[in-house]
């Protein structure tokens, strides 16, 4: 799980953390926020792939370059699990590319693809509409739904696969 080892560890201990009994109590924000600063630098290294050669690719690439920087505070892990979760919900492909990367366990791939799927569709747009001020609750809020409400319908979530979707018409009345 760490940059000695060539592993990174999965999307659900950096969203949640090692487990209570695991921690190393001051250390543990700085252990969380250089494998966070990890999955930023791989984000950085996939967004030319999925985003090509352009001024919005250029935008993110500087902006998960100054998630990088961030300190190894509180704080700064928030917003570095802010910017994943936000980056599994924009960008489908990097998820896909990341899990394969990572020492990624049934849970993590169970976790990534409802939160992709069902979580953060519901989720993002109120952190958006509030211009990503609470970075704390859209981490909370995503994880929460995701860990303790699994498959459980939210609002217009899942959408319904639209290929075995069918819709009446005046026609079939």
């Given amino acids: 799980m760490s940059a000695q080892s060539g592993e990174r560890g999965g999307v659900r201990e950096l969203l949640m ?5 695991q921690r190393d ?10 494998e966070l600063d990890e999955w930023m630098h791989a984000i950085h290294a996939f967004l030319p792939q ?6 919005a690719a250029k935008q993110a690439l500087m902006e998960f370059e100054r998630f990088a920087k961030l300190p190894a505070t509180r704080d700064g892990v928030v917003c570095k699990r802010a910017a994943l979760l936000f980056t599994l919900a924009r960008e489908p492909e990097i998820a896909h590319a990341l899990l394969h990367q990572c020492d990624a366990s049934a849970a993590d791939v169970r976790m990534t693809i409802d939160l ?3 979580v953060l569709p519901f989720v993002c747009p109120l952190f958006l509409k509030n ?7 859209f981490c909370a809020f995503s994880v929460v739904l995701s860990e303790m409400w ?3 319908k939210l609002g217009n979530f899942p959408l319904p696969d639209r290929a075995a979707a069918t819709v009446a ?3 079939d009345a």
């Fill in 169 to 171: 018409t005046d026609d």
């Fill in 116 to 118: 992709e799927r069902r």
């Fill in 50 to 55: 999925i985003l090509g050669r352009n001024e």
């Fill in 150 to 152: 699994a498959g459980e």
């Fill in 131 to 137: 211009s990503c001020q609470s970075p704390d609750a």
């Fill in 17 to 21: 953390g090692r487990p209570l009994s």
């Fill in 25 to 34: 109590g001051d250390d543990e924000v700085a252990r969380t926020a250089a």
